[in-house]
């Protein structure tokens, strides 16, 4: 996807950072002066033992300044406070535990003086983890249905500055093992990590890959692997509105610039299936990310006799040329495909499969966003046949679902070729009653895709926010639910995907919505 700003998760970072600010504006008063009592002293804590769930606790400080708290881990997040007179009281929300039974402590502050509460958590889940058992697919159309439910490693090794890609260029930490572990432990069984390229490859004509980097993503497929994840991995913002140097809008225009494109795809593709060619079919690569002119899908491609779809066809075959030819598992390994923009009606209209000397081993790739104005800008709070007609978009609603992945089903599935949503998902909302239609557009949307044997990827970018792109999932470092919201958006998705239950239906998921 397009880079999400984590403008709401980085002011959320700088509140818990320093415990000073709130939706309330809680703000301490200035450090003590002469004459002026201070003391500092915690009066109660609701819950020192909180269950692996997690939940919410309340801490009552008295003191004779405005206090402060900041706790010693990320686990713990401040949810707001409010004082009377000397008493201030401040509510921590406490993340879902999937690892061993931990305890941290929250310091409190009046001027130079300080308090501490000790809360300990119980053992989650994941203690004692033993990873799934992934399976072998025969063809794309099986694969899709065992990757079923995925997630995106977003904002990590796509993201990147002045030029170059870094692990934490948009404000995520480096990833981990535990991370992973968290996923498979909550049902994800598919992780696509988007890989962008940028300043770290060399001139042509060898475009050398850093090794480094290369390296590191290794490391990281790695921990996937281990928690008996399927993973994807591909080149993303390499490609970002014709801006670098996937430019397909100067492909288009220009054959000598094509060519030179090609090459490049070729070598580096070359390079990273040569580095991963050992590893078996859990591993999948895909060509590309939304690859468009700047004008996503509604630019010059639309007026310019199909010019830019013929290259992104072009490319998509190089790409796959490249890949078998390294051989070893590569020669037959699932490969993933994505259409103009990974839009789902200008792929079905425009994307020529590549011919591939392994039959079967095709899968295209879309993403699902619709309507924007819903499941990533927030514009509308409401959403479906039960939404007030103010408050959601004038389009979009099951129907559009359905009929979508009806048209990807018919088109590709019937035919024997997988399908993925390679991105999908709608953001984190502030209100219970927003958020009620957000879980349901996210239930309904997953359960009509695992209808259709079409693997359904969300996309977390890491922002703990809620609105505009507030995509964030799981602490991508430690594996903890970002918030509690989070933790039920996953539960819902792992209901729409795995319920046997032959009560459980599209038309039951239809008939709950939101009143």
């Excluded at 995106?152 to 030029?163: A, E, Y």
């Amino acid at each position: 996807m397009f880079k999400h700003i984590k403008t709401a998760a980085l002011a959320l970072f700088a509140c818990t950072a320093f415990w000073a600010c709130s939706d309330d504006e809680y703000t301490p008063d200035p450090a003590p002066t002469d004459g002026v009592e201070n003391y500092i002293s915690v009066e109660s804590v609701s819950a020192t033992d909180v269950s692996a769930e997690g939940g919410e606790i309340t801490v009552t400080v008295k003191s004779g300044r405005v206090p402060t708290a900041r706790p010693a881990d990320a686990w713990v997040v401040r949810k707001s406070s409010d004082r009377t007179g000397d008493v201030a009281t401040f509510v921590f929300t406490i993340a879902a535990n999937t690892g061993a039974a931990r305890s941290t402590t929250i310091t409190f502050t009046s001027g130079e003086l300080t308090a501490d509460a000790t809360v300990s958590q119980a053992e989650g889940e994941g203690q004692g983890f033993v990873p799934p058992v992934r399976q072998d697919a025969n063809n794309s159309v099986e694969m899709a249905r065992l990757m079923s439910l995925g997630w995106n490693l977003g904002n990590q090794f796509d993201s990147h500055s002045n030029g170059v890609s870094s692990e934490t260029a948009w404000g995520n930490s480096a990833t981990r093992q535990d991370l992973f572990d968290a996923l498979a432990a909550a049902g994800i069984r598919t992780v696509r990590i988007p890989v962008t390229w940028l300043g770290q490859f060399g001139e042509g004509p060898d475009y050398k890959i850093n090794d480094a980097w290369l390296d590191r993503l290794a490391e990281v497929v790695g921990y996937a692997e281990k928690a008996g994840l399927y993973v994807i991995i591909n080149m993303h913002h390499d490609g970002a509105d014709s801006a670098f140097w996937l430019d397909i809008k100067g492909a288009a225009a220009d054959e000598a610039k094509n060519t030179a494109v090609k090459a490049q795809i070729a070598a580096m593709w070359t390079q990273i299936a040569e580095r991963f060619a050992s590893e078996g079919s859990y591993l999948m690569f895909e060509s590309f990310n939304e690859i468009h002119d700047g004008g996503w899908g509604w630019g010059d491609n639309r007026r310019d006799g199909g010019k830019q779809y013929a290259t992104l066809n072009e490319w998509n075959q190089t790409f796959v040329d490249a890949v078998r030819a390294t051989g070893g598992n590569n020669a037959t390994r699932f490969l993933g495909v994505p259409g103009y923009c990974t839009n789902t009606e200008l792929t079905i209209e425009n994307l020529v499969l590549p011919a591939d000397a392994a039959a079967d081993r095709l899968l295209v790739a879309v993403h699902f966003y619709d309507p924007t104005d819903f499941a990533i800008n927030a514009t509308y709070t409401e959403w479906g046949h039960t939404g007030d007609p103010s408050k959601k978009a004038s389009w979009g609603d099951e129907d559009n679902i359905t009929g979508t992945l009806d048209k990807l089903a018919d088109k590709y599935v019937s035919n024997g070729v997988g399908v993925y949503l390679g991105e999908c998902g709608a953001t984190t909302r502030s209100t219970d009653r927003a958020e009620a239609f957000r879980l349901y557009y996210t239930e309904y949307l997953f359960k009509a895709a695992a209808d259709r044997g079409i693997a359904a990827i969300v996309w977390d970018n890491g922002s703990a926010g809620t609105g505009k792109e507030a995509f964030g999932f799981f602490n991508h470092t430690t594996g903890y639910y970002i918030t509690p919201k989070a933790k039920t958006a996953v539960e819902t998705m792992v209901k729409a995907f795995f319920t046997t239950d032959p009560a459980y239906t599209l038309d039951s998921v239809y008939d709950g919505a939101p009143e």
